[in-house]
């Protein structure tokens, strides 16, 4: 038996496939979730919330001029602004990302857009879990800096 093993060991080969760049999976998730969420139709312009997430002396005045930029780019409204500021990483522990989530899953918002993913989780389970919940809505998640930028 354990001679049957091994051959059949060898004969699917030892190695496995090599990992995809992480970032670059996490980028076409979400595209993926947003080609969903734009051919779901809407009979007015898509709502979009202006979310930062903002280090202790960092600049919002920059990082929302980016992220409004990016929401009229597209041609969408800007409904809300919300910011964090020296939050926790936890997007769940964060007051401003709970109430976008909200304002989505209320359906007063159809997405959500922030200056990068750091803006919604460093950890990629946790970013990968909020992408997968903006997805059964179907709702937008739009960055201005993508998640496999260098």
């Known amino acids: 038996m354990d001679k049957d093993n091994e ?8 190695t496995r496939r090599p990992a995809v760049r992480r970032g670059l999976y996490l980028m076409r998730r979400r595209e993926q979730g947003n080609a969903v969420a734009i051919e ?7 709502r979009i919330i202006a979310y930062a997430l903002i280090e202790a002396g960092g600049q919002v005045d920059h990082t929302m001029t980016s992220v409004r930029q ?3 780019r597209h041609g969408y409204d800007v409904v809300h602004e ?13 007051p401003g990302w709970l109430e976008a989530r909200r304002l989505v ?3 007063f918002a159809d997405g959500i857009a922030a200056m990068n993913r750091e ?3 460093v950890r990629d389970d946790q970013y990968e879990e909020e992408l997968r919940w903006l997805g059964d809505r179907p709702a937008l998640l739009l960055l201005v800096i993508p998640e496999a930028a260098p």
């Not at 051959?7 to 030892?14: L, P």
């Not at 919300?82 to 964060?94: E, G, Q, S, W, Y």
């Open 105 to 107: 899953g209320t359906g």
């Open 82 to 94: 919300l910011v964090d500021v020296n939050a926790a990483h936890t997007p769940l522990a964060r």
């Open 119 to 121: 803006a919604v989780s």
């Open 70 to 72: 990016l929401i009229t």
């Open 7 to 14: 051959i059949q060991e060898w004969m699917r080969g030892r």
């Open 40 to 46: 779901t139709p809407v009979s007015r312009k898509r």
